[in-house]
């Protein structure tokens, strides 16, 4: 059975946010919202300074807290391991925000546009979705993309097509997106040959965001 993850090689990300630019103009998120951003992170006293870079999001959680919370089973987990939100059976009642220990959704209540009375942008106007107004929203890992290229005959995580926009953007390849389930992935040999991690492990949510943070190249 198939199930996506998305794995970030922290030694490979160089904060360019490119995969930030990327999810915001694929999915034209509102003004302060970024569902794929990247984390500066500094360590250590000077002169032992370190940078690390770490990219965050919707964990696609094996038991999301946002899925149990939910009042109205707008909340959803797919057979392929994507949590995604029904936007028809959301109430908008925020639970799931409140739940969510990764701070990876939100709610917008009204349209809005980066330059505000000056008009939305190309992208903004044709990406606007009256549904999403109101409701919570997140990071889907571009599920209509994969859906997409799935019944096209595309593999995701190779084909860029039906691959997330954040990982296509990726100039230093440190995002990689694939069926974990597949042995032959580049993310299943990735996760084979190193060390990884997965953010608030402890708290028994099952992220499926991975992060590769030592371990043979």
Same mark, same amino acid.
């Given at each position: 059975?198939?199930?996506?993850?998305?794995?970030?090689?922290?030694?490979?990300?160089? =904060?360019? %946010?490119?995969?930030?630019?990327?999810?915001?103009?694929?999915?034209?998120?509102? &003004?302060?919202? %970024?569902?794929?951003?990247?984390?500066?992170?500094?360590?250590?006293?000077? &002169?032992?300074?370190?940078?690390?870079?770490?990219?965050? =999001?919707?964990?696609?959680?094996?038991?999301? &807290?946002?899925?149990?919370?939910?009042? #109205?089973?707008?909340?959803q987990k797919r057979a392929?391991?994507?949590?995604?939100?029904?936007?028809?059976?959301?109430?908008?009642?925020?639970?799931?925000?409140?739940?969510?220990?990764?701070?990876?959704?939100?709610?917008?209540?009204?349209?809005?546009?980066?330059? =505000?009375?000056?008009?939305?942008?190309?992208?903004?106007?044709?990406?606007?979705?009256?549904?999403?107004?109101?409701?919570?929203?997140?990071?889907?890992?571009?599920?209509?993309?994969?859906?997409?290229?799935?019944?096209?005959?595309?593999?995701? =995580?190779?084909?860029?097509?039906?691959?997330?926009?954040?990982v296509n953007s990726c100039?230093?390849?440190?995002? %990689?997106?694939?069926?974990?389930?597949?042995?032959? #992935?580049?993310?299943? %040999?990735?996760?084979?040959?190193?060390?990884?991690?997965g953010m608030h492990e402890?708290?028994?949510?099952?992220?499926?965001?991975?992060?590769?943070?030592?371990?043979?190249?």
């Amino acid at each position: 059975m198939t199930k996506y993850v998305l794995v970030a090689d922290l030694r490979r990300c160089v =904060g360019c %946010q490119t995969c930030t630019a990327a999810c915001k103009n694929s999915n034209a998120t509102a &003004p302060g919202v %970024q569902w794929r951003k990247v984390l500066d992170i500094e360590t250590g006293e000077f &002169p032992d300074v370190r940078r690390t870079f770490l990219p965050v =999001g919707c964990m696609h959680c094996d038991d999301p &807290p946002c899925m149990t919370v939910c009042p #109205s089973t707008a909340t959803q987990k797919r057979a392929d391991g994507i949590v995604i939100i029904d936007y028809d059976l959301c109430i908008g009642c925020a639970y799931c925000a409140v739940a969510c220990p990764y701070q990876a959704r939100f709610k917008v209540s009204d349209r809005l546009s980066a330059y =505000g009375a000056a008009g939305e942008m190309a992208h903004e106007a044709a990406r606007f979705d009256p549904a999403m107004i109101g409701v919570a929203q997140k990071c889907t890992f571009c599920s209509d993309r994969i859906d997409e290229g799935v019944a096209a005959g595309l593999v995701p =995580g190779k084909d860029w097509q039906a691959t997330p926009a954040c990982v296509n953007s990726c100039i230093s390849g440190a995002l %990689q997106f694939g069926d974990i389930e597949d042995k032959e #992935s580049l993310v299943s %040999q990735l996760l084979a040959a190193n060390q990884s991690s997965g953010m608030h492990e402890d708290l028994g949510t099952g992220p499926n965001i991975r992060y590769i943070w030592d371990g043979a190249p």
